[in-house]
């Protein structure tokens, strides 16, 4: 039932994309449906309907807003250092712990740490994130942990968790 719930919500993403009723297209978007289910099923992020709640699109808007933030102030930060010659920087890998215990959302913390100039997610073992940083500022994990994860971390948790 849980995958059939799945195909039903990808085969409506694939109507409202589409927004044709042409027996040709129903039928590619069945298809389409079918083999994203079978392929990717098991990662949806939760069960059944709790994924409409309202409170989840409230956090997901919440988060879209601290994420283009996230991203604008890393990107001034970015270019600051290029053009800055004498601006040191320490590249480095840091590994940093997530309080997120579903894929999707360690998922979600991981490409969102990616999309962030500046930071780049190299592995994901178990609790911990390995993530290439521009400018190391501590070697110590809490430390980097407050840095580069907590203010995603906070909402990611009210939306997949």
Not at 152 to 161: A, C, K
Request: glycine share 4%; hydrophobic share 55%; charged share 20%.
């Amino acid at each position: 039932m849980k995958r059939f719930l799945h195909f039903l919500i990808i085969y409506a993403v694939w109507l409202l994309l589409t927004w044709s009723v042409q027996w040709q297209e129903l039928l590619v978007g069945v298809l389409v449906a079918l083999f994203a289910e079978l392929l990717l099923g098991d990662i949806f992020p939760v069960e059944g309907v709790k994924i409409f709640h309202p409170r989840r699109f409230f956090w997901l808007f919440v988060y879209f807003w601290v994420f283009i933030w996230a991203m604008i102030r890393a990107n001034f930060d970015v270019a600051y250092r290029v053009l800055n010659i004498y601006l040191p920087i320490k590249p480095g890998i840091v590994k940093v712990r997530t309080k997120l215990t579903s894929d999707m959302g360690r998922t979600f913390l991981a490409n969102s740490i990616t999309l962030t100039p500046g930071t780049m997610t190299v592995d994901m073992i178990g609790d911990h994130l390995y993530i290439h940083w521009i400018n190391v500022q501590s070697p110590d994990i809490q430390k980097d942990t407050e840095i580069i994860v907590r203010h995603f971390e906070r909402i990611l948790e009210r939306i997949f968790e």
